[in-house]
């Protein structure tokens, strides 16, 4: 009987064991959830706005096709804007030689020297330098884009890319300047060689502070064996897209050089652009011929190709979150494969989660190669092999830093942190629309909004696609009744004010388009001294208003400027303008204490 009683015990103690260790795990299982909402959410943000600025892009190269129809009737002064703007730039130097033979390298150069015709020798040597932070010279920089430039006009647009059971193709995604990864890649799956083919699908630049470095060892790579590393065009590789994320900066920065942040745009009487339908001023003239230059329709397929997304939906629908391409469903990708006898599209320009995802009944692959993209710890990167007769595989990774070495919750919480930090900012810009939308729900005059209301009006006016309801608890404040206090929708956060009597509209106005001025101006400015006129100032200002319907009065500006007139000499430092716009968060020099003791 002693026994029995002793096994029961067991038997009790036992279950109970199982029953909280089963708990345990339900939590955890739960909290692992949350943990990836949260992260999922996280992404949301980071993606709605990248796609929000892609469209705010789009119509800035809308905005310089109306600035060359109508500039010159608003400032007749400065008849040379027009020549800068389509005039001729980099092309004034025809041959190699002219631009190349203008820079010597000096005897105290202790960088990578690169010998024409390049080996693999030369590739080496140029990672082992990059590894170690080192700055090509940039007489060895324009030597290699001359010469790929004159292998890829070789080229034709498509390429032909053969496998076999011994030689398999490795495809590789964005990479957007993210130089650890490229060497991770190479690390995991060997150099570029006959045997070891690439391709890599566009977006090597912007948003990364090493696309020059990246640029150069494809670009090497490609030259040393061409027929076995290939390369194409994403929606990155284009200048305007440069100006905006990061590129156009970097190379001013590491090679010290100042230009029109506009480069030579061709056009030809009645002809179309990409910039639209103008007509070359009087006395300008074009470098390229009409040959080289794209119609309407083929700058159109050109947006599609390098703009466009896959989509659950059937059909073929715009792409209303870029602003450019379309989005295509799965009875269009079957179309097109089945037209073309293609059996899978791989293609990238989207930031996956796992680095990649497969969708459309498995015939389309997006295959993205940045690691860490929005926030370190906020994706990983990957690339795909491809072989004969065999299904693509993946390769997952992730370049480690310190916070990807900490736990998931600590990199959800710096990552969440960015986001919102991001997503304020963005409602800080619209706070008088907002107000105004917030003020119409409000019916009893309270300040106070149901969760519903409050979440469409941030909906309508801020037009990202975003779980504002889960977003609520991260950006406002409830009573009680788990009704919003709509003006806590913009605590802990303010735009700079540069003149105390400037109206809120004009503040956040400024502050909404600081990137697009930012590029308008430094196009304008003639004589890259940082200085604009107030005749500029106003002339452009005006152009921007009408394009981007801009309900402020002219007066108001112009009192704005010449308050930012601090010496009154009828000029004004519009990077010093810009700053005096800035957003300040409350919490940042707590912040910066937090990170540190992190």
Not at 332 to 341: A, F, R
Not at 356 to 385: M, P, Q
Request: glycine share 6%; aromatic share 10%.
């Amino acid at each position: 009987m002693g026994c029995s009683a002793s096994s029961s015990l067991k038997d009790q103690k036992s279950e109970t064991v199982m029953q909280a260790a089963l708990k345990i795990q339900n939590w955890y299982r739960g909290y692992r959830v949350r943990l990836k909402a949260r992260q999922c959410h996280a992404l949301s943000i980071f993606q709605s706005i990248e796609y929000a600025d892609e469209q705010g892009q789009l119509q800035l190269s809308n905005f310089f096709s109306f600035m060359l129809e109508n500039y010159t009737q608003v400032c007749d002064k400065d008849s040379g804007l027009v020549t800068r703007l389509v005039g001729s730039t980099i092309q004034d130097y025809k041959n190699r030689q002219d631009c190349v033979g203008l820079i010597e390298v000096p005897d105290s150069y202790n960088g990578t020297r690169l010998h024409f015709p390049l080996t693999c020798t030369d590739l080496y040597l140029l990672i082992e330098a990059f590894k170690q932070q080192q700055i090509l010279h940039a007489y060895y920089v324009l030597e290699v884009l001359f010469e790929t430039k004159k292998v890829l006009k070789r080229m034709p647009n498509f390429n032909h890319i053969k496998t076999s059971p011994s030689k398999e193709i490795t495809i590789c995604g964005d990479l957007h300047g993210k130089l650890d990864d490229l060497f991770l890649i190479f690390y995991k799956n060997g150099l570029p060689s006959e045997n070891n083919p690439y391709v890599f699908n566009g977006d090597f630049v912007d948003r990364g502070k090493n696309s020059i470095e990246i640029l150069m060892i494809l670009f090497v790579s490609f030259l040393v064996y061409p027929n076995n590393l290939h390369l194409n065009r994403g929606n990155h590789e284009d200048f305007m897209m440069n100006f905006r994320y990061g590129f156009t900066n970097e190379v001013l920065h590491k090679y010290k050089m100042k230009s029109v942040l506009m480069p030579p745009v061709p056009l030809g009487e009645d002809h179309n652009t990409a910039l639209g339908k103008n007509k070359v001023p009087q006395g300008v003239k074009t470098n390229e011929s009409p040959s080289e230059q794209l119609t309407k329709h083929e700058w159109e397929q050109v947006i599609d190709i390098l703009w466009s997304d896959p989509r659950g939906r059937k059909g073929c629908y715009p792409n209303i979150s870029r602003g450019g391409g379309c989005y295509f469903g799965p009875d269009i990708t079957s179309q097109i494969l089945n037209k073309y006898q293609l059996k899978m599209l791989i293609r990238s320009h989207e930031c996956k989660p796992e680095g990649y995802e497969i969708c459309h009944d498995g015939k389309v692959v997006t295959i993205f190669s940045a690691s860490n993209y929005y926030e370190e710890g906020s994706n990983r990167g990957a690339y795909i092999r491809v072989g004969y007769g065999t299904a693509p595989r993946f390769y997952q990774y992730q370049v480690t830093r310190a916070t990807c070495s900490r736990p998931l919750y600590h990199r959800v919480n710096i990552m969440e942190s960015s986001a919102i930090r991001m997503l304020k900012e963005r409602i800080i810009s619209r706070k008088t629309d907002l107000i105004n939308a917030f003020q119409l729900q409000d019916c009893n005059k309270s300040g106070k909004l149901s969760v519903g209301q409050w979440a469409s009006s941030m909906e309508v006016v801020l037009d990202l696609n975003l779980p504002w309801r889960s977003l609520s608890f991260h950006l406002v404040t409830r009573d009680k009744d788990g009704n919003i206090d709509y003006m806590s929708s913009f605590q802990d956060i303010r735009i700079k004010n540069p003149v105390k009597e400037a109206l809120s509209t004009l503040i956040e106005t400024v502050y909404r388009y600081r990137s697009d001025l930012q590029i308008i101006f430094n196009v304008i400015d003639s004589d890259h001294s940082g200085l604009i006129s107030m005749e500029e100032f106003r002339s452009m200002w005006k152009l921007f208003k009408s394009h981007y319907s801009i309900h402020i009065d002219d007066s108001q500006i112009d009192e704005l400027a010449n308050r930012m007139d601090l010496n009154k000499d009828g000029s004004i430092d519009f990077n010093e303008f810009l700053k005096a716009f800035n957003v300040v968060h409350k919490f940042d020099k707590l912040n910066k204490s937090d990170t540190k003791l992190t």
